[in-house]
């Protein structure tokens, strides 16, 4: 039999390609004397001279040829030169903060520029197809990352003029504040949506009254464009506290943490209903019949069997829930209740970008990590679907 | 021993049973058939009262099963279903220990009945314990439904379509492995079906149901030879009837001795069913068979008119 080549990998190739251009022809950052006027850009052959650029491309070319004869030995290599690229995006920043910046400026500083941004894209997406190709198992990746993390963390040190930085630098205090808030309001909310939710899910379960009712209510909930739920609640809450001392004692008043909290609940409600009701509704009569055929009582049905039959499905709408949470929050900084979203609104008011980053990254952060933790422990919980693959013949 | 009494169920307005009267012995398996909708599902569970029957009584063992509570009454009887109703959460092991652990077993006898259970149904524990029910082939999941019926010990087994979604090699399989089973065991087992071949195979009592009745009653063969009406002889094959009366007979039943003639080359074995018998001729163009046993010997001779003729009459034919 004629030994047959590996096929030509075009996904990794496509990557590679695009990831290549990108980084020649657009900006890979920008210096700026301060912070209000706008920065010059620079390519990474203006900001560190051709011989060093062509140097940064190297392993995007090493990736080409490896796309091109995948080989045996092929995925391994592409995925070292992957994690080397990631490795060293944050160097070059630092090597064009050294060229160009003028020590004579402390107020100068430097933008990630466009190539800088894409690449970090690029190369995350070259990670999940490699890591798809090479079946590795999400522990592992975790583990080649660890260099790469505590290289970037090394790097940070070279990159006080990053702009991002600086502004960071001059609100840690209330940087990590409003982290810590931006957590406990997502995490108040999804948390008690949860608890509410599954009561309201349980009443619709036993009254279809409440069940048609329930989802119409929630349904209009969701239609209410989040501003206005806030707007709205304004005076109801505001009266509240007016009326009821122990009230405005706790802190609830017209604007701040109270009406955020309520509109974030209604708006997880729906998700978090739905997916119980389904959730519960959903399981396999069979199994429900077997359980009570071979004498199991309903408490028992339901706590052994319904509930933890359930039990992904409703995973699956804290998910959903909680994502949609972390990106809420960020427009109820808008009412003065806090978060990260309060950057990102200082930023637009003052026209500095970097302090809308400042307030856009860890929230994009948030969003992926509770994302890929709540979906793993998903499908860990379902029996069902991860280890039909394994099935006897 | 389950008496039925002029048992009735109404579902709104509909009667879904309506005043049937039956009784399965102890050690018996009784076949319930009918075409879909004629309330033999219904009929088995209101024996173990998933279905609360409005008119009429039940008796297991000679007391009224109202006088039970349903849970209690339920881990006492075994039930098997078409869809198996496994537990897709919980491993192989875990789903046949149900009924002993609901019963509160102490843990370590449980765990010698799971692997007594399995070994029983010819699934390796080491294999099979630790897998969940996803990881199982149709037949593989059908054993532990069996396996967890049967794991409390109980007298009473109802069995609701339990091979149905099986492909017909692996039906065929279980069902000789349920016929052994109850030779051994001697459970009374009441086992719903659509399938005439499935009902004749395995059933001591064929029971057949229409629109909420039971039309006629007795064992497959008197059935065979003389079904109550039209409707009894169609469900029973029409004029296939023959071959399934051939079916569920065997070549030993029929085989006359070893005579002085000279055997036949077409051969059959002594444990074959006649149909098989007649296949057998059919593909030979043979009207004698030899019949050999185990080791192959002759022990025996079987002629086309020894199966024909002696059908009715059971062989007093010359």
């Given at each position: 039999m004629p030994r047959r080549d590996p096929p030509i990998n075009r996904v990794v190739l496509t990557l590679a390609l695009v990831a290549l251009v990108t980084w020649l022809s657009l900006?890979?950052?920008s210096i700026a004397p301060n912070r209000i006027v706008p920065g010059t850009a620079y390519t990474i052959a203006a900001a560190i001279g051709w011989p060093l650029a062509l140097v940064s491309c190297l392993p995007l070319l090493g990736l080409l040829a490896l796309a091109w004869r995948p080989g045996r030995l092929g995925y391994p290599l592409a995925l070292g030169l992957t994690l080397l690229l990631l490795l060293a995006l944050p160097a070059w920043l630092a090597l064009m903060a050294v060229r160009h910046l003028d020590p004579e400026l402390p107020q100068?500083?430097?933008?990630?520029?466009?190539?800088?941004?894409?690449?970090l894209f690029w190369l995350s997406l070259l990670?999940?197809?490699?890591?798809?190709?090479?079946?590795?198992?999400?522990?592992?990746?975790?583990?080649?990352?660890?260099?790469?993390?505590?290289g970037w963390w090394v790097a940070a040190g070279w990159l006080e003029p990053l702009a991002l930085w600086q502004e960071l630098s001059g609100r840690r205090g209330a940087f990590l504040e409003a982290v810590v808030d931006h957590l406990l309001l997502v995490g108040g909310a999804v948390g008690s949506s949860l608890v509410v939710g599954a009561a309201i899910a349980l009443a619709m379960r036993q009254n279809p009254r409440i069940e048609r009712l329930g989802f119409a209510l929630l349904n209009f909930l969701q239609t209410?464009?989040?501003?206005?739920?806030?707007?709205?609640?304004?005076?109801?809450?505001?009266?509240?506290?007016?009326?009821?001392?122990?009230?405005?004692?706790?802190?609830?008043?017209?604007?701040?943490?109270?009406?955020?909290?309520?509109?974030?609940?209604?708006?997880?409600?729906?998700?978090?209903?739905?997916?119980?009701?389904?959730?519960?509704?959903?399981?396999?009569?069979?199994?429900?019949?077997?359980?009570?055929?071979?004498?199991?009582?309903?408490?028992?049905?339901?706590?052994?069997?319904?509930?933890?039959?359930?039990?992904?499905?409703?995973?699956?709408?804290?998910?959903?829930?909680?994502?949609q949470a972390i990106g809420l929050t960020a427009v109820a900084a808008l009412i003065g209740a806090g978060g990260l979203g309060t950057f990102i609104f200082q930023g637009l008011g003052q026209a500095a970008m970097d302090l809308v980053l400042l307030g856009a990254l860890p929230i994009l952060a948030?969003?992926?990590?509770?994302?890929?933790?709540?979906?793993?422990?998903?499908?860990?919980?379902?029996?069902?679907?991860?280890?039909?693959?394994?099935?006897?013949? | 021993m389950i008496e039925l009494k002029s048992v009735t169920k109404r579902f709104g307005g509909e009667t879904a049973v309506d005043a049937i009267s039956l009784t399965v012995n102890r050690g018996e398996l009784c076949a319930l058939v009918g075409t879909s909708g004629c309330g033999k599902s219904t009929t088995l569970r209101m024996i173990n009262r998933l279905i609360e029957h409005d008119g009429g009584e039940i008796h297991i063992d000679g007391r009224p099963i109202r006088e039970f509570d349903g849970r209690i009454l339920r881990r006492r009887i075994g039930y098997a279903i078409q869809s198996t109703g496994l537990f897709p959460h919980w491993s192989v092991?875990?789903?046949?220990?149900?009924?002993?652990?609901?019963?509160?077993?102490?843990?370590a006898r449980v765990g010698e009945r799971v692997e007594?259970?399995?070994?029983?149904?010819?699934?390796?524990?080491?294999?099979?314990?630790?897998?969940?029910?996803?990881?199982?082939?149709?037949?593989?999941?059908?054993?532990?439904?069996?396996?967890?019926?049967?794991?409390?010990?109980?007298?009473?087994?109802?069995?609701?379509?339990?091979?149905?979604?099986?492909?017909?090699?692996?039906?065929e399989g279980l069902q000789g492995e349920l016929r052994d089973l109850q030779s051994r065991l001697q459970k009374t087992i009441v086992f719903v079906t659509h399938d005439m071949d499935e009902a004749l195979a395995l059933a001591?009592?064929?029971?057949?149901?229409?629109?909420?009745?039971?039309?006629?009653?007795g064992r497959p063969l008197e059935l065979l030879r003389a079904p109550a009406d039209d409707f009894v002889a169609s469900l029973l094959g029409g004029d296939d009837r023959g071959l399934k009366e051939a079916a569920i007979t065997r070549v030993a039943e029929r085989m006359q001795p070893l005579s002085l003639r000279l055997l036949p080359q077409a051969r059959v074995h002594r444990d074959a069913t006649l149909r098989q018998a007649l296949a057998v001729m059919f593909r030979e163009h043979a009207d004698r068979l030899a019949v050999i046993d185990d080791e192959a010997l002759p022990v025996g001779e079987l002629s086309l008119r020894r199966i024909v003729g002696a059908g009715r009459e059971g062989g007093s034919d010359t």
């Open positions: 900006p890979l950052g100068a500083r430097l933008g990630i520029g466009a190539a800088w941004w894409l690449a990670l999940i197809e490699l890591r798809s190709r090479l079946a590795l198992a999400g522990w592992r990746l975790a583990l080649l990352m660890l260099p790469v993390a505590v209410i464009p989040s501003l206005a739920l806030f707007g709205l609640l304004l005076a109801p809450l505001a009266w509240l506290a007016s009326r009821f001392e122990w009230l405005a004692g706790l802190g609830v008043s017209g604007i701040g943490w109270a009406p955020a909290f309520l509109a974030l609940l209604g708006y997880s409600l729906l998700p978090m209903v739905r997916n119980t009701f389904v959730a519960l509704s959903e399981v396999d009569p069979g199994v429900l019949e077997a359980a009570r055929g071979m004498g199991m009582s309903r408490g028992q049905v339901f706590r052994q069997v319904r509930l933890p039959l359930a039990l992904p499905v409703v995973l699956e709408g804290v998910r959903i829930t909680t994502v948030m969003a992926l990590a509770a994302d890929a933790l709540l979906g793993a422990l998903t499908r860990r919980l379902d029996h069902r679907t991860d280890l039909a693959a394994g099935a006897a013949p | 092991a875990r789903n046949i220990g149900l009924v002993p652990r609901l019963l509160k077993w102490p843990a007594e259970l399995m070994a029983l149904l010819g699934l390796p524990v080491e294999q099979f314990a630790d897998k969940y029910p996803s990881q199982l082939s149709g037949g593989q999941a059908q054993r532990v439904g069996v396996a967890r019926a049967l794991a409390a010990d109980p007298d009473i087994l109802l069995m609701d379509e339990p091979f149905g979604a099986l492909d017909p090699i692996t039906r001591d009592r064929l029971v057949v149901m229409n629109a909420g009745r039971i039309v006629q009653q």
